[in-house]
C-alpha cells in the first residue's frame, strides 16, 4: 500500500537559516510526488511536484526537493528561511486506486524563530 | 487565475443534523476529491469523481455521500452529524490524467455542536 512519512513532527529553524524537510514514501511504481504547505486556518497550496525527468525540483517561494528513488525520498529544502515561511509542510504521492487520490504525509509544522 | 471554490467556508450545526458542503473546480477540470482534515491532522481521502462518476472511495463514512453534477461541480453531503465530523473538509479539483497537480481549494470548517 502506498504510504508517507514525514519523521518530523516539527522543526525550529532560525530565520535566515537553511531548512530541510523530510519525505519517505513507499509506492510500487514510479511515484508522483508533492509538496503542499498550509497556513494556519487555510488551505493548502502547491509548492512544488515531481512526475519525471530531473530529480531536482524547483518550487514557488525559493523552495527546492530532490527525488532520490534509491532512498525513497523527496526532502524539501530552502537555502534561506524567512518568517513568513513559518506553516504546516505536507508531503504527498499521488496514487492509484481504482481512481485517482493523493495520500498526505502527516505533517511537519515548521517553527520560524528571529 | 480562477482557482477551487468552496461554499459555505464556516459551517455551524448541530449533532444529528444534514450538511451539505459545495465545491466548484478550476473551470476545465473533470475531476473533483474531496478530504476531511480533522484537528492537527493530515488532510484524509474521502472520495473523488472523474466525469459524474465516482472513481475512487477512501475513508468516508456511510453517513456521507457525494455527487458531480454535469456542470462539474460536486456536493458532499453529511447526514446525522457527530462532533467528530467536526473538521476542515477540502474539495480539489484536477484534469483526468493520472498524476497530473491537484488544486485545493480553501476548505470549508464544519462544527458540529
Known amino acids: 500500500a502506498q504510504s508517507v512519512t514525514q519523521p518530523d513532527i516539527h522543526i525550529t529553524v532560525s530565520e535566515g537559516a537553511s531548512l530541510e524537510l523530510r519525505c519517505n514514501y513507499s509506492?510500487?511504481?514510479?511515484?508522483?510526488l508533492f509538496w503542499y504547505v498550509q497556513s494556519p486556518g487555510q488551505g493548502l497550496q502547491l509548492l512544488l511536484k515531481?512526475?519525471?525527468?530531473?530529480?531536482l525540483v524547483q518550487g514557488i517561494k525559493g523552495f527546492e526537493a530532490e527525488f532520490k528513488r534509491s532512498q525513497s525520498s523527496f526532502n524539501l529544502r530552502k537555502p534561506s528561511v524567512h518568517w513568513s515561511d513559518a506553516a504546516e509542510y505536507f508531503c504527498?504521492?499521488?496514487?492509484?486506486?481504482?481512481?485517482?487520490?493523493?495520500?498526505f504525509g502527516a505533517g511537519t509544522r515548521l517553527f520560524v524563530k528571529a | 487565475a480562477a482557482g477551487v471554490i468552496q461554499s459555505p467556508r464556516h459551517l455551524i450545526k448541530e449533532k444529528r443534523e444534514t450538511a451539505t458542503l459545495k465545491c466548484y473546480p478550476i473551470?476545465?477540470?473533470?475531476?473533483v476529491y474531496w478530504y476531511q482534515q480533522g484537528p492537527g491532522q493530515d488532510p484524509q481521502f474521502l472520495i473523488s469523481?472523474?466525469?459524474?462518476?465516482?472513481?475512487d472511495k477512501g475513508s468516508i463514512p456511510d453517513r456521507f455521500s457525494a455527487q458531480q453534477f454535469s456542470d462539474y461541480h460536486s456536493e458532499l453531503n453529511m447526514s446525522s452529524l457527530e462532533l467528530g465530523d467536526s473538521a476542515l473538509y477540502f474539495c480539489?479539483?484536477?484534469?483526468?490524467?493520472?498524476?497530473?497537480?491537484?488544486?485545493f481549494g480553501e476548505g470549508s470548517w464544519l462544527t458540529v455542536v
Open positions: 504527498a504521492v499521488g496514487a492509484r486506486g481504482g481512481g485517482f487520490k493523493t495520500i
Open positions: 480539489a479539483s484536477s484534469l483526468k490524467d493520472f498524476g497530473n497537480t491537484i488544486y
Open positions: 509506492y510500487g511504481a514510479t511515484p508522483y
Open positions: 515531481y512526475f519525471s525527468g530531473d530529480t
Open positions: 469523481f472523474y466525469e459524474k462518476m465516482q472513481s
Open positions: 473551470p476545465r477540470h473533470d475531476t
